[in-house]
């Protein structure tokens, strides 16, 4: 069995709709939104450090992550496609 290239992108919509362009080589997840934020107890940023943001992972998203670190395992690669914004580079 040949492995799958994993795609994430941001929204189920999107992945159900460029799932039916791939040709099955492709397996495609949405992360329906971002998975790590600032901190909320804490500046967020290493002043110390050249100004590096701490982020952690939201509780709520834990599960998707272990799930994506699973199918990563398994992947022949890893493709982030989300938008080019914020938004989106907050997922990557």
């Given amino acids: 069995m ?6 994430v992108v941001e929204s189920p919509s999107k992945a159900r ?3 039916q ?3 099955g080589e492709y397996e495609v997840i949405a992360c329906v939104g971002h998975v790590k934020d600032l901190p909320s107890k804490e500046l967020g940023v290493d002043i110390e450090n050249d100004f590096t943001m701490t982020l952690t992972v ?7 992550i272990q799930e994506l670190q699973r199918k990563s395992k398994n ?3 890893v493709l982030i496609a989300t938008d080019p914004d914020r938004e ?3 997922i990557a």
Wanted: net charge neutral; glycine share 4%; aromatic share 8%.
């Fill in 2 to 7: 040949t492995q799958k290239s994993l795609l």
């Fill in 17 to 19: 709709t460029i799932e």
């Fill in 21 to 23: 362009y791939l040709d």
């Fill in 58 to 64: 939201l509780p709520d998203r834990k599960q998707f």
């Fill in 75 to 77: 992947a022949a690669r």
């Fill in 88 to 90: 989106g580079e907050a």
